[in-house]
């Protein structure tokens, strides 16, 4: 698989990891890999509860992270 993000930059670049919330494969320049707080994954399209979620790399790519990010503000507030 090739990176996403580098696509869209008519870059090409295999993967190093998958995004979880939009599945996407994103290269070590673009994934981001962060102690993240998921706190409700039904709203995104993964499915993972419980004992799945200790396991997971949390990767990211850029737009989920910016995402996430964006919501956590927002229940932080
Ligand atoms: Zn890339
Ligand atoms: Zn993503």
Known sequence: ???????????????????????????????????????DMKQYSVHLEGKDLDHINKILCNSCHEAIMENVCEVRQ
């Open 1 to 39: 698989m090739k990176c996403y993000d580098c696509a869209k930059n008519g870059k090409e670049a295999d993967t190093s990891g998958i995004c979880i919330v939009c599945g996407r494969g994103v290269c070590s320049s673009h994934l981001i890999r962060e102690e993240i707080p998921i706190i």
